[in-house]
Each structure stands twice: as C-alpha cells, then as structure tokens.
C-alpha cells in the first residue's frame, strides 16, 4: 500500500495505466453495445425497450460502486492518512454523480413505456434519488472550503456517514414503498437472463469501470498538478 | 435498416436513452481531460518561468 | 458529570437571553403548516390524509434551520476551541450542546405538533403518537443535524449548505416518523414504525456525536 501512497510513483503510473483504460473503455463499449443492439434479442415482455437495460443497470451498478469506493477511500484518508486517498474520493464525486444521474434518466425512458410514468416512487428509484442528493452534497461541501486540505476532511466524513446512512436508506425506503403497495412490479429480464442478454450486459459494466478508472486516473493527475501549481505560485509570491 | 431505427416501435425511448448516457459520458471525459491539459500547460508555463528566474 | 449539565444549563441560558430562537422556531412550523391548506385546498378530507406528512416534514425544515446555531456562536467567540481543549471528552460536549438545542428547538415543536394536527384535521386515534414520534425523532434531527453543524461551522454562509448535507439523512427519521402516525389513524399497529425509531435514537448518540466531534475538531484546526 504505501509503495503507491507516493503522489509521484502515483504520476508514472498512472501515465502508463492511463491509455490502456481510455482504449479498453472504447473498445469494451464499442463491442458491448453491438452485441446489445444487434445480437441481443428483444425481450418476451419488453420488446425492444429492453436495449435501455444494457446503459441503465451498469450505470446503476456504477454509481453504488463509486460511492462505496468513495467510502473506503475516505476511510483510508482519515484513518491511515493515505495521502492518495482523499484525492481519489474527491475525483470520484463527479463520475458517480453522472453515473446516478444516468442511471435515473435512463430508467426514466425505460419505466415511461414499460409502467406509463416518468416517475414512480419504487423503493429502488427513491434511494438512487437519495444517492444522487448525498453525491451532490459532498460535491457541495468539498467545493466550499477554501483550505482544499480540509475541505478534503470534512468531504471524507460526510462521505463515511453517508454511507452508513445508504442501507438504512434503501431499508426504510423499502419498508416505506411495500407500505403503499407498488403500482406495478418490474422484472428485468426475468429470473435468469440468458447469455445473449448477460454477455453484452457485464460487457458494458466492465467498460464502463474502465471508464471510471480513466476518468478517475484523469481527475487525480489535475488534483495532484493542481496542488503543485498552487504551491509553486505560493513560493512565487512569498518571493 | 428501418426495423431498427424504430425499435419496435420505442425509439422515442431507446434512442434518447442510449443519447443522453453517451452525451454525459462523453461530456465527463472531455472535460476531465480538457482541464488536466489545462492545467499541465499551467505548470509547464510556471516551471519554464522558475527555471528562467533560477538561470537569470 | 456536573461539566455536562453545567454546559446544558449554559446553552439554556444563553438560548435564553437570546429570547427568539425557540419562538421563532415555533412561528415558523405554525407558518409553514399553515400554508398547506392555501396550497392544497382547504377539504378535509385532502388534510386528514397528508396532515402527519405535512407536520413531519414543517417539523423537519424548523429544525433544520436551528441548526447553524448549534455551534456557530461558539465558534466565532472562541468557546468552542476551548470546549475541545477542556475536561469533557468532545463527543460528550456535544450531547450536552445537542440537549440543550433539543430543549429549545426540538421540544417546542412536540408542544405545538397537537395544535397543528387539530388545524389539518388530523384523525384523534393519531396525536398520542404524533406526539410520541416526535418527542423520539427531534432529538434525532438534533443528533442528524449536529454533524452537519459541525462540518460547516467554520465556512462563511454554511446555511443553505448544511440543508443540503442533512436532508438525505433525514429521510429515514421522516418515513418512520409519518409510517408510525399513518399507521395508528388506520388502525394499524404502529409499534415496530415506533421501535425504529427509538433504535435509531439510541444508535445516533454514540454514532452522531462521534462524527460530529470529528467534524468540530477539524474545523477548528
């Protein structure tokens, strides 16, 4: 671990890694959504609609796995005070923001002709909202201190009790919903989604990982040359 | 050709859908990318500067 | 223990001389129930369906708004800094200022709520657990809210910021809070609603103090 916690072992690298995932991501996605488009069949039930299904379920499977990386690398900045760390938690608000939010308007166009709303209060949607608002939050705070270095802090233990707070979300959000009765139920695919639907599916959601460690890598690179940038002005000044 | 434009009949749906998740990707990627340049020409720019300073 | 109550009877009294805050907090939850029937229409039977929603979540934005005060004052006069450095262990600093806040935000509101009920029409059979769902769940909006408090003490204009940070947190408390009253209008039992939320009070002191001494600390660096 500490062999990486080094900002400039972190710059080489990351300049290595960095290729390799922007091409993996163009290639993963390239290959995911022909199979998606054109050998995937359309669903029993769905129809074509079920296209929808190969951006919206990894970019909700995205953004959950952002945050809770999100969550472990604010753990290891305020416990070890890995100095990569929180660097890496304020670089993932963004991308995990984007993934919720896709994940929303996605499933928004797919729920509109499946159930005949835009919007439903399911149990599911209701805490992606929740989670889009705790992204936003952070973004929010981290943005607001002047001191990046505390503002570093602060963000990483919003983002600790945040995730903490994330299962009681989804648990009382559910208990909230199967309270009122849902309007409809939605089945995705059925009990168990065939390989011609499968394949294409984990496809796009290892693509899309690998554009999150391309974003990611990207984000850091600014983070730690911005860092320098300010630190150097601030001895061009003191001179 | 047509048949798949259509998408049996929720293109208004699909095609937005696929749309919109490209648009905000793509739009995350460029800007990271655009502002990582940015800002590595800006510490270029600064440590040619320091350099020049040091040597003056 | 005496260095926990003295901190309550301070913040009590200095809540005290301020003389607005619990008023106002008090006008400002009447206000805002009040503007619903204007919105909404003034049938009853509208009302009476939304009335324990509609208290929760007045409930919830008058507290919320309490909330800068927990340690700003402190803050900007230096009383904060010495409250970390002095004999309570932070964490229990905290409850003390969270309790005290709790008496003079929190409590008002459970006094007010019956009033507000009888104005939205609400069923009888829900203000004995009206009442009791908000005497559980303010003094969890004050536990909620004191992280936030303590994460945006030191920033200029923190308000609107820390409405955003602890909403999302809030959720949860609004669900139960609103799922126990539904449950006991309907006839329903409103028991495990009520037990929840008590879980969730007992977890909140050690769990919420502790992030928001993490918090203090860090913006008093």
């Known amino acids: 671990m500490h062999r990486f916690a080094n900002p400039t072992r972190f710059m080489r690298y990351s300049a290595v890694i960095l290729p390799w995932a922007a091409w993996s991501t163009a290639a993963l996605i390239a290959i995911g959504l022909y199979l998606a488009l054109f050998v995937a069949p359309p669903d029993y039930q769905q129809g074509e609609s079920v296209r929808i299904m190969f951006v919206h379920v990894p970019s909700a499977w995205m953004a959950l796995f952002v945050y809770t990386g999100m969550a472990v690398a604010s753990a290891m900045a305020l416990i070890w005070k890995h100095p990569l760390s929180d660097i890496a938690a304020r670089a993932s608000a963004p991308i995990g923001a984007c993934f919720t939010f896709m994940a929303l308007a996605t499933g928004s166009l797919w729920g509109k002709p499946m159930w005949g709303a835009w919007w439903v209060w399911d149990a599911r949607l209701t805490s992606m909202l929740v989670l889009l608002f705790l992204y936003l939050g952070y973004m929010a705070l981290v943005d607001a201190f002047d001191d990046p270095a505390r503002g570093a802090k602060a963000a990483a233990i919003l983002a600790l009790v945040g995730f903490v707070n994330v299962p009681i979300i989804k648990f009382s959000v559910d208990w909230w919903n199967t309270l009122h009765q849902p309007a409809s139920v939605v089945k995705i695919g059925g009990p168990s989604i065939h390989l011609s639907m499968l394949a294409p599916l984990l496809i796009m959601v290892v693509g899309f990982t690998t554009f999150y460690v391309a974003v990611l890598i990207m984000r850091m690179r600014t983070e730690i040359v911005t860092a320098k940038l300010r630190s150097l002005q601030m001895n061009a000044n003191r001179d | 050709m047509n048949e798949f434009f259509s998408m049996g009949g929720y293109a208004a749906f699909v095609w937005p859908a696929l749309g919109l998740s490209a648009l905000v990707m793509a739009a995350l990627y460029i800007q990271s990318l655009w502002t990582l340049r940015a800002r590595e020409a800006e510490l270029e720019a600064l440590q040619g500067e320091k350099t020049d300073e040091t040597q003056a | ?221």
């Open chain 3, 1 to 221: 223990m005496t260095a926990f109550w003295c901190l309550v009877r301070r913040d009590l009294l200095l809540a005290f001389r301020r003389g607005g805050d619990s008023v106002n907090v008090m006008i400002f939850f009447l206000l805002t129930v009040t503007l619903f029937p204007f919105g909404v229409g003034p049938e009853q039977a509208i009302l009476m369906r939304i009335a324990p929603g509609v208290i929760w979540v007045a409930a919830l934005l008058a507290a919320m708004l309490s909330l800068d005060r927990l340690f700003r004052d402190d803050f900007e006069d230096g009383s904060l800094d010495l409250m970390i450095l002095g004999p309570l262990p932070l964490e229990i600093t905290v409850l003390a200022k969270c309790l005290a806040h709790w008496l003079t935000t929190g409590l008002p509101l459970v006094i007010v709520s019956p009033l507000l009920a009888v104005l939205l029409a609400m069923d009888g059979e829900g203000f004995a657990t009206l009442i009791g769902t908000m005497l559980l769940g303010t003094p969890l909006l004050s536990l909620i809210g004191a992280i936030g408090a303590g994460l945006t003490v030191s920033l200029r204009g923190g308000g609107v910021l820390i409405s955003l940070l602890v909403l999302p947190l809030y959720i949860p408390v609004l669900i139960f809070g609103v799922g126990a009253v539904d449950a006991a209008v309907y006839g329903l039992a409103a028991r495990p609603h009520i037990l929840i939320m008590a879980a969730m009070l007992i977890a909140a002191l050690p769990l919420c103090s502790w992030a928001s001494a993490a918090a203090l600390r860090l913006s008093t660096e």
